[in-house]
C-alpha cells in the first residue's frame, strides 16, 4: 500500500512538473518596455571604466578611485576549516553584480524583454507624481532585484575565491510586490524602529554634510539614514516626496531597497581588512561601498555615481516620457578579497 501511495504522488509530481516545464513563458506587454539587456547592450551601454583600478598585491592597474575604508594590505592569511592558515595576497576591484529595476507597473520586468510577472495587482500600481521641483506630492515604484554578476557571465577577470556570495548566474532575489513593509510605510516603520529616534531636527540637519560630501563623490558613512541631496533612507518603503527629477526618485527607491537588504542579512559586507577571508552580514548600509550607473532608458557609458550624488552631476536628464520613466540600474560593489595560494 505505501509504495503504490508512494508511486502515485511521484506521478502526480512528474505530470505537475511536466505541465510546468510546457506552459509557454509570458508574453512581452505593450505597456512594459523592453529594456534589452540580454543584447549588444550588454556590451555597449557598460561603463567598462568603472571596473578600475584592479589592484593586485599593491599595485593598481588602470585609473580610477578607491572608496574610502577599503583594504590597503597587500599580502593577507586566510584559514581553513581546520584552523590551517594560507597565506595569499590582496586582489581589489570594482564589480558589476546586481541589476535593480525600478517600475510603476507591477509585475513589469524591462530585464526579462518587457514581460509581466504573474504576481502584484493593481493596488501596487506606482507613479512618479506629478509635482515640478517640489515635494507636494508622492512617488511610488516597485523594485526587482536581481543577481548579475556580469565578470563571470562574461568569463572575464575574476577568482572563485573572491565570489563573496556564490552568485554565479542571472538570477531573481527580491520582488517588492511580495514584500508588504515596502507598499506600507508603517510596517516599515515596525520593522525598522530606530527610524523613530532619526526623525529630528538633528539627524535630519546632519544630511546636509552628506550631500555635499556625496555630491564630491564620497558618502559619509556614519551618516547611515542618509541618502545624500536624494533625500532619507528611512523608512524603506516605496513611497517617497517628489522632487520633480525621475533619475532621483528612482536612485532613492533603490538606495532605500539595498538599505533594507542590509537590515534583513541579505546583503554582505565586501569591502575593508574585515572581509579579506570572507563576507561578513552587514546589518547597516556602508554607502562608499556601493556605486550606481543607469543602464536604461539613458545608460551612464562613462562614469557611475556614488549613492546621494546629485542628479546634476550624472543624468537629470536620463528620463523620458512614458516608457522611460521606469529605470534600471548597474550596481558596482567593491570588492576586497584575499588570493591564497
Same mark, same amino acid.
Given at each position: 500500500?505505501?509504495?503504490?501511495?508512494?508511486?502515485?504522488?511521484?506521478?502526480?509530481?512528474?505530470?505537475?512538473?511536466?505541465?510546468?516545464?510546457?506552459?509557454?513563458?509570458?508574453?512581452?506587454?505593450?505597456?512594459?518596455?523592453?529594456?534589452?539587456?540580454?543584447s549588444?547592450?550588454?556590451?555597449?551601454?557598460?561603463?567598462?571604466?568603472?571596473?578600475?583600478?584592479?589592484?593586485?598585491?599593491?599595485?593598481?592597474?588602470g585609473?580610477?578611485?578607491?572608496?574610502?575604508?577599503?583594504?590597503?594590505?597587500?599580502?593577507?592569511?586566510?584559514?581553513?576549516?581546520?584552523?590551517?592558515?594560507?597565506?595569499?595576497?590582496?586582489?581589489?576591484?570594482w564589480?558589476?553584480v +546586481?541589476?535593480? &529595476?525600478?517600475?510603476? @507597473?507591477? #509585475?513589469?520586468?524591462? %530585464?526579462?524583454?518587457?514581460? !509581466?510577472?504573474?504576481?502584484?495587482?493593481r493596488?501596487?500600481?506606482?507613479?512618479?507624481?506629478?509635482?515640478?521641483?517640489?515635494?507636494?506630492d508622492?512617488?511610488?515604484?516597485?523594485?526587482?532585484?536581481?543577481?548579475?554578476?556580469?565578470l563571470?557571465?562574461?568569463?572575464?577577470?575574476?577568482?572563485?575565491?573572491?565570489?563573496?556570495?556564490?552568485?554565479?548566474?542571472?538570477?531573481?532575489?527580491y520582488?517588492?510586490?511580495?514584500d508588504?513593509?515596502?507598499?506600507?510605510?508603517?510596517l516599515a516603520f515596525?520593522?525598522?524602529?530606530?527610524?523613530?529616534?532619526?526623525?529630528?531636527?538633528?539627524?535630519l540637519?546632519?544630511?546636509?554634510?552628506?550631500?555635499?560630501a556625496a555630491?564630491?563623490?564620497?558618502?559619509?558613512?556614519?551618516l547611515?539614514?542618509?541618502?545624500?541631496?536624494?533625500?532619507?533612507?528611512?523608512?524603506f518603503?516605496?513611497?517617497?516626496?517628489?522632487?520633480?527629477? +525621475?533619475?532621483? &526618485?528612482?536612485?532613492? @527607491?533603490? #538606495?532605500?531597497?539595498? %538599505?533594507?537588504?542590509?537590515? !534583513?542579512?541579505?546583503?554582505?559586507?565586501?569591502?575593508?581588512?574585515?572581509?579579506?577571508?570572507?563576507?561578513?552580514?552587514?546589518?547597516?548600509?556602508?554607502?562608499?561601498?556601493?556605486?550606481?550607473?543607469?543602464?536604461?532608458?539613458?545608460?551612464?557609458?562613462?562614469?557611475?555615481?556614488?549613492?546621494?550624488?546629485?542628479?546634476?552631476?550624472?543624468?537629470?536628464?536620463?528620463?523620458?516620457?512614458?516608457?522611460?520613466?521606469?529605470?534600471?540600474?548597474?550596481?558596482w560593489?567593491?570588492?576586497?578579497?584575499?588570493?591564497?595560494?
Amino acid at each position: 500500500m505505501g509504495q503504490a501511495t508512494s508511486t502515485r504522488c511521484f506521478s502526480a509530481l512528474l505530470a505537475v512538473l511536466l505541465v510546468l516545464w510546457l506552459r509557454p513563458l509570458p508574453a512581452a506587454d505593450p505597456g512594459c518596455p523592453d529594456a534589452e539587456l540580454f543584447s549588444e547592450k550588454l556590451i555597449t551601454d557598460i561603463c567598462w571604466a568603472c571596473v578600475f583600478p584592479i589592484r593586485i598585491a599593491g599595485a593598481s592597474l588602470g585609473g580610477g578611485e578607491r572608496p574610502d575604508g577599503a583594504s590597503d594590505q597587500v599580502v593577507c592569511v586566510c584559514t581553513d576549516g581546520l584552523g590551517v592558515p594560507h597565506p595569499g595576497f590582496v586582489v581589489s576591484m570594482w564589480e558589476p553584480v +546586481r541589476i535593480v &529595476e525600478l517600475t510603476r @507597473a507591477p #509585475a513589469c520586468s524591462p %530585464a526579462l524583454g518587457g514581460i !509581466r510577472l504573474p504576481l502584484g495587482s493593481r493596488r501596487l500600481l506606482g507613479t512618479a507624481g506629478k509635482a515640478e521641483w517640489d515635494a507636494s506630492d508622492i512617488g511610488f515604484y516597485n523594485y526587482h532585484w536581481y543577481a548579475f554578476p556580469l565578470l563571470v557571465l562574461l568569463d572575464l577577470f575574476y577568482e572563485d575565491e573572491c565570489n563573496a556570495d556564490g552568485m554565479l548566474d542571472f538570477d531573481i532575489l527580491y520582488l517588492s510586490e511580495l514584500d508588504p513593509t515596502w507598499n506600507n510605510g508603517e510596517l516599515a516603520f515596525f520593522t525598522n524602529p530606530e527610524a523613530a529616534w532619526l526623525a529630528n531636527p538633528v539627524a535630519l540637519a546632519a544630511c546636509l554634510s552628506d550631500a555635499a560630501a556625496a555630491s564630491a563623490g564620497e558618502p559619509i558613512d556614519s551618516l547611515f539614514w542618509c541618502a545624500g541631496t536624494w533625500g532619507l533612507l528611512y523608512p524603506f518603503s516605496g513611497a517617497a516626496p517628489n522632487y520633480g527629477a +525621475r533619475p532621483s &526618485e528612482t536612485s532613492l @527607491a533603490a #538606495a532605500r531597497a539595498l %538599505a533594507a537588504l542590509h537590515r !534583513r542579512g541579505l546583503a554582505r559586507r565586501t569591502m575593508g581588512d574585515a572581509a579579506l577571508c570572507g563576507a561578513p552580514i552587514e546589518p547597516f548600509l556602508y554607502k562608499s561601498q556601493y556605486r550606481l550607473s543607469m543602464f536604461y532608458p539613458l545608460p551612464e557609458t562613462q562614469s557611475n555615481h556614488v549613492i546621494g550624488e546629485s542628479v546634476f552631476r550624472w543624468g537629470a536628464h536620463r528620463s523620458l516620457p512614458g516608457p522611460g520613466e521606469d529605470h534600471l540600474y548597474l550596481l558596482w560593489r567593491w570588492n576586497d578579497c584575499c588570493v591564497t595560494f
